[in-house]
Nanobody, 116 residues
Framework: QVRLVESGGGLVQPGGSLRLSCAAS????????MSWYRQVPGKERDLVAT????????SLPASAKGRFTISRDNAKNTVYLQIDSLEPEDTAVYYC?????????WGQGTQVTVSS
């Protein structure tokens, strides 16, 4: 079965950094582009970053460029999201995602809370 398991979230102070991980299993990880999304309760789930299957290309919305870095290690079946200079507005549940055929798969999410 496809599994996407996020980790690395937690409570951090503004200006801090986190590296989120998404461990994948149940599919050929290296064949698929992977994405990170985030969602605040009551709001839509927004795209944060996407990385190509081989890691050679990344795509981030303008709002995420600069403080967010997506990377992957296909040998470990893991995709990462590095967040620097965290702001309270970054508080959200962060999800990893990929699409296989017509099905979109989501992890369970990891909570990031930025507060002083």
């Amino acid at each position: 079965q496809v599994r996407l398991v996020e980790s690395g979230g937690g409570l951090v102070q503004p200006g801090g950094s986190l590296r989120l991980s998404c461990a994948a299993s149940g599919f050929t990880f290296s064949s698929y582009a992977m994405s990170w999304y985030r969602q605040v309760p009551g709001k839509e789930r927004d795209l944060v970053a996407t990385i190509s299957s081989d890691g050679g290309s990344t795509s981030l919305p303008a709002s995420a460029k600069g403080r967010f870095t997506i990377s992957r290690d296909n040998a470990k079946n893991t995709v990462y999201l590095q967040i620097d200079s965290l702001e309270p507005e970054d508080t959200a549940v962060y999800y990893c995602r990929f699409r296989r055929w017509g099905t979109i798969y989501w992890g369970q999410g990891t909570q990031v809370t930025v507060s002083s």
